[in-house]
C-alpha cells in the first residue's frame, strides 16, 4: 500500500464512515490539531528522562489517537466507538490524578509563569499551548454539531496537566520557574 493516495489533492479528506469534505472543515481543524499536540508530545517525550512521565504522556498519546478517531468518525456514535477508540470520563479522572499527583511534589503557585526552563519543560508548554488551540477549535465544532462534553473536559483538563508536567520537567532539570 502507497502512502500516497492522490484522493486529497482537490482540499478534500475522506472521513471514516465514507463522507468527503474540505479539508478546512471544523472537524478535520480539529483532529489536524490534536495530530498537532500528539506530534509535540512525542517532541517532549524525547527529552522527558523520567519513566514515569514518558509512560503517562504516552498514554496521554494514545487516548489522543482515539479521540482523533472519534472525531474523524460520522458514522452513528454507537458503531464508532470500539475498545481502542472507547473514550471514556475515566480517561478525564486518570488525568486528574496525574495532575494531583504531580503538584505535591511542586511548590504552590504564587504567580503566572513565563513558559520555558528546561528543553522538557519548554516542549511541554508547547504542547499545552497546541492543547489550547485544539480546544478552542473543538468548542467551535460544538458549536455546530453535537460533541461529547467528555471530549471537551479531556482537552481542558489535559492542558492543566501539560502545565504542571512542565513544572515538573522543570523541577528534576534543576531549572527555576521565571516569574511574570
Known sequence: MKIYTRTGDAGETGLLGGARVR????????YGDLDELNACLGL?????????????VRRIQRELFALSARLADVRAAGAAASDKTAFPAEHVTGLERAI???EE????????????GSEAGARLHLARTVCRRAERRLVALAAQ?????????????????LFVLARSANARAGVPEVAW
Open 100 to 102: 494531583d499527583a504531580a
Open 23 to 30: 479539508k478546512s472543515v471544523l472537524r478535520v481543524e480539529a
Open 105 to 116: 511534589a511542586l511548590p504552590a503557585l504564587q504567580t503566572f509563569l513565563l513558559p520555558g
Open 44 to 56: 517532549a517525550d524525547v527529552c522527558l528522562g523520567d519513566a514515569e512521565a514518558v509512560g503517562l
Open 145 to 161: 454539531e453535537e460533541v461529547p462534553p467528555v471530549f471537551l473536559a479531556y482537552l481542558n483538563r489535559l492542558s492543566d496537566l
